[in-house]
């Protein structure tokens, strides 16, 4: 069974009936008993990043979601849930899991044309295979909503990448974690594809 991360986040209901779209067992829980019996998890998310954490720490979550992640077991971390994945994001000088070195940051500097926040669809492009993002090429779009980007220290953790203003890093992992900065809960067949292959994956990037 795949968890769905509930931390008073919006969007759950949107990623769990993605999920069944594809013919995948999911449920919301806020357990953490729940979330460490979990074959795959999903930490989604749309919000801020103080209250999120404050939520996951009231819970237990965060802790429970520190011990999945060391035990190996597949996560898929979406939109805040991705940057929260980070050591620290910028948003409220919040701290995050430290899963992978680095931060996450505002847009900043742009065009004044390009408005923040960066919603709607957008083109990716591949910086390197991932079981993920099979059958995904440059230049597939997917749906996005965000004002801060994941900016991981190592380039080794960078999957994809997109460009609003600058060219940021819109999917990254290591080991049992990927994570996108775009929803796929919302990209169409882009999207349900990912969702449907985080259901068989192992956990490896190979």
């Not at 919301?28 to 720490?57: H, K, N, Y």
């Not at 979550?61 to 929260?84: H, S, Y």
Request: contains cysteine; negative net charge; proline residues 6%.
């Amino acid at each position: 069974m795949i968890a769905i991360v509930d931390y008073d986040a919006g969007n759950l209901r949107s990623v769990e009936r993605a999920c069944r779209a594809v013919g995948v067992e999911a449920a919301v829980t806020r357990d953490p008993e729940t979330l460490l019996r979990a074959d795959r998890i999903i930490f989604p998310g749309v919000g801020a990043a103080p209250s999120a954490v404050a939520s996951l720490r009231a819970s237990g979550l965060f802790e429970a979601l520190g011990e999945a992640w060391a035990a190996g077991t597949p996560l898929l971390g979406i939109c805040v849930g991705t940057q929260l994945v980070l050591e620290r994001s910028e948003e409220g000088d919040t701290p995050g899991l430290g899963f992978i070195e680095g931060q996450t940051v505002r847009f900043a500097g742009l065009d004044p044309a390009l408005k923040i926040p960066h919603i709607g669809w957008n083109a990716v492009e591949i910086a390197r295979p991932h079981p993920l993002l099979a059958g995904v090429r440059d230049g597939d779009e997917f749906y996005f909503v965000h004002a801060y980007y994941p900016k991981p220290a190592r380039e080794d953790d960078v999957y994809a990448t997109t460009c609003h203003g600058v060219r940021f890093c819109s999917a990254l992992g290591r080991g049992n974690l990927f994570a996108t900065q775009f929803h796929p809960e919302k990209s169409g067949r882009f999207g349900l594809g990912l969702l449907e292959r985080f259901a068989k994956w192992s956990g490896t990037a190979c």
